[in-house]
């Protein structure tokens, strides 16, 4: 299964890069955004210039793929994630801590363009189809 970074999730709106040629190659069953990336989405979407014809196109995205919750799993691994990056140094953006944890809790393979913060998260499998 892939969850969608929030980035992912613009780029194929945009057109952007490989990414909708990519998403449309997946079956949807293997599609999922996690619900903090959700939550990023929603707020670029309210904020955008073309609200309306983002609105339709998340609309479109969720009525094909699942949300990942954040759970008591998803809660767990952020935080031996958080505590892991503090103690080397190398800390990455609350939200993505939540992203990566909640890909990880439920065996996703995280798709984005934001490699060189993932990275940094032991055991989260990482995939940027942007190129």
């Known amino acids: 299964m892939f969850a969608l970074d929030s980035n992912t999730v613009i780029h194929a709106f945009q057109g ?5 040629a990519r998403l449309t190659a997946i079956a949807p069953s293997q ?6 990336a959700l939550y990023e989405v929603q707020q670029g979407v309210m904020r955008s210039q073309r609200e309306i ?17 954040f ?6 691994l952020a935080a031996a994630i ?13 939200l993505d801590t939540l992203i990566a944890a909640t890909a990880m809790a439920h065996g996703a393979t995280l798709v984005t363009h934001n490699a060189r913060e ?7 499998l990482l995939e940027d189809w942007f190129d």
Not at 16 to 20: F, Y
Not at 71 to 76: E, F, G, H, N, S
Request: hydrophobic share 50%; with cysteine.
């Open 16 to 20: 952007k890069g490989a990414v909708a």
């Open 31 to 36: 599609i999922a955004i996690p619900a903090v």
């Open 118 to 124: 993932f990275v940094r998260v032991k055991g989260l």
């Open 53 to 69: 014809r983002r609105r339709r196109q998340l609309a479109e995205l969720l009525s094909v793929c699942r949300v990942l919750p």
């Open 71 to 76: 759970d008591d799993r998803a809660a767990l």
């Open 82 to 94: 958080q505590v892991d990056l503090e103690r080397s140094g190398l800390q990455i953006g609350p």
